[in-house]
């Protein structure tokens, strides 16, 4: 059995454990259109801060293909998926067969059309350790930097670079920064933050035209830059099976057993597909490194003959800018719980039809798992102590039983 | 695979596996002096209490490590049964606390949180067996094989 994995991030990780747990001797082959060893993709931003080295950077162990009996094509782009004959073809003209294809291809920056932009010398996107290692070689104490984007990309570039000492300036069409994962006064708290380490926003506005050196905004008000970075969003990198004949909403479409919808013997996984949130019953693209690695290994142990379904997917977020970190999950239509200290404690707590739907925690974000550990599970609310919950999550909440079972390993309590 | 296990009829709240555990995986030699010079020792088993009803929670060293499997960096793994974590590689991004089921995870306040911690079954300190189980007075742990996967 010959398996072939377009990509080399966390769902091509994911689903090279997958296929080894099942099949330890069918032959894998990993195409990549980068030179480096598997890396952690949000590692960038913490590289780019002195954080990490390069070396620590590897998402596995140096020898991980070696011990996993993996060939590596690195440097290298397919640029075509021959579905009939079961080959992909690469940037040169080869072709290269597969009995399993896993296309892991993640997604690409969008950049949307922006007046002027071609005239600006020091643009960036924020997306691979290249992108990083260009951002580094032009920054410099002092550094006038404008980020388009709010969002966690923009915003952890903002992280980074404010370690140089740069003057940074992050714009966005939103009225509030990480829109996608916040509600109105997570997003307060955190833009206070933030504004706090000497970051400056401008927010409910985009840029209406580019100089070299400088952007006029919607608003009127022009931003001097020495470099841009644009991080407004991305797009998954569907192309190479929209042509191929698979099915593509904005997403790679696949059922639960990561196969492509419309096509034969070919997977998808990762930030390039979309899927089922277990907490709207929508599909969604939810690019969470969790989400890709457990899509990767459920296609990887399909691909090797053992019959896997990955079905709980669900929006969750661990992440921290400036020191003051945020754990989310799920979505927020319900009813809402909130508390706050009136510093930078927050806490949201969404419940409907009996079940946790979603949360928020900033700041004092210990043992949120169990709050996750709900919502994955349609945990019954009426069946714990929910208002011992709401302080802080605990396994006191939930019955004697449900301990028993969990931390006793069923056994019976008395001896 | 032998697991540490509560029995909560048996656990008084007393917290004593939490300082042992501190102590143990703390480095130092002196316990005494350990929290009276306030080294800051971070515990990794919890022990919840409300009411009459106390036990102690630490890592299930789950089959199923949800933890492994989100880890963004590769800094947690599993090997031969426990789940480690190597903390030169964990950047403190907090996914792992957001995944355990039994809210395992420690952020460790004696890092300011750079880094998480977690129960290793004292297999990589000086103790070398669970310092919870021998140093629980009423037998309320207990490291033993009880057939779960």
């Not at chain 1, 009136?342 to 700041?363: H, P, R």
């Not at chain 2, 555990?21 to 929290?35: I, P």
């Not at chain 2, 010079?37 to 630490?58: H, K, W």
Request: proline share 3%; charged share 25%; net charge negative.
């Amino acid at each position: 059995m010959k398996y072939v994995i377009i990509g080399n991030s966390a769902a091509a990780i994911g689903t090279i454990q997958g296929i080894r747990q099942i099949d330890k001797t069918g032959q894998i082959v990993v195409i990549s259109d980068e030179k480096y060893h598997t890396y952690s993709r949000p590692l960038i931003s913490y590289w780019l801060k002195g954080d990490v080295t390069e070396e620590n950077m590897r998402y596995r162990d140096e020898d991980f293909y070696e011990k996993n009996d993996v060939d590596t094509l690195f440097e290298t782009r397919v640029t075509k998926i021959n579905s009939d004959k079961k080959t992909v073809t690469i940037k040169n003209g080869n072709e290269i067969s597969y009995d399993k294809l896993m296309v892991a291809t993640g997604s690409k920056p969008f950049v949307p059309p922006m007046e002027g932009l071609d005239k600006v010398k020091n643009k960036f996107t924020f997306m691979k350790l290249d992108d990083a290692k260009a951002v580094k070689e032009t920054a410099a104490e002092g550094s006038k930097v404008l980020i388009v984007g709010a969002g966690l990309i923009g915003l952890k570039a903002a992280e980074a670079l404010e370690h140089y000492g740069a003057d940074i300036t992050v714009i966005d069409l939103a009225d509030r920064i990480l829109p996608s994962i916040l509600d109105e006064e997570a997003s307060a708290i955190m833009q206070k933050h933030i504004e706090s380490k000497g970051v400056k926003f401008i927010l409910g506005t985009s840029v209406k035209e580019f100089s070299e050196s400088s952007a006029l905004l919607t608003n009127g008000e022009t931003v001097q830059f020495d470099m841009v970075i644009l991080a407004v969003g991305v797009r998954p990198n569907t192309e190479l099976i929209a042509e191929a004949g698979g099915k593509v909403n904005r997403g790679i479409v696949t059922d639960q057993k990561q196969a492509v919808h419309g096509l034969k013997d070919i997977y998808a996984a990762g930030d390039c597909t979309e899927s089922l949130d277990i907490t709207t019953g929508q599909q969604k693209i939810l690019a969470l490194l969790p989400n890709a690695f457990l899509q990767g290994e459920a296609a990887g142990q399909n691909m090797a003959g053992k019959e896997t379904y990955y079905l709980n997917a669900m929006p969750m977020n661990a992440i921290g800018f400036f020191g003051l970190h945020i754990i989310t999950a799920g979505s927020y239509e319900g009813e809402a719980y909130t508390e706050t200290d009136g510093a930078e404690n927050y806490k949201k707590l969404v419940t409907a039809d009996n079940e946790l739907k979603g949360f928020i925690l900033m700041g004092d974000v210990k043992r949120a798992g169990i709050y996750t550990y709900m919502i994955k599970w349609h945990m019954p609310i009426d069946e714990c102590d929910f208002e011992l919950l709401k302080t802080k999550p605990q396994l006191m909440a939930f019955s004697r039983e449900y301990r028993n079972e969990k931390l006793a390993g069923g056994y019976g309590n008395g001896d | 695979m032998k697991r540490v296990y509560v029995n909560e009829d048996r656990c008084l709240g007393c917290h004593l596996c939490e300082y042992y555990c501190a102590f143990a995986n703390s480095g130092e030699t002196d316990m005494a002096k350990t929290f009276k010079l306030n080294r800051n020792p971070v515990p990794r088993i919890t022990v919840e209490s409300a009411g009459d009803v106390n036990f102690a929670v630490q890592c299930r060293q789950c089959a199923a490590h949800p933890c492994v499997k989100a880890c963004i960096t590769g800094a947690l793994s599993f090997n031969s049964g426990v789940i480690q974590i190597d903390d030169s590689r964990c950047v403190g991004c907090y996914t792992c606390v957001m995944s355990c089921p039994y809210g395992c995870i420690v952020i460790d306040e004696k890092n300011n949180g750079k880094t998480i911690t977690k129960c290793e079954l004292c297999t990589r300190n000086a103790i070398g067996e669970p310092a919870c189980v021998s140093g629980c007075i009423n037998q309320a742990i207990v490291f033993e094989e009880r057939g779960e996967n």
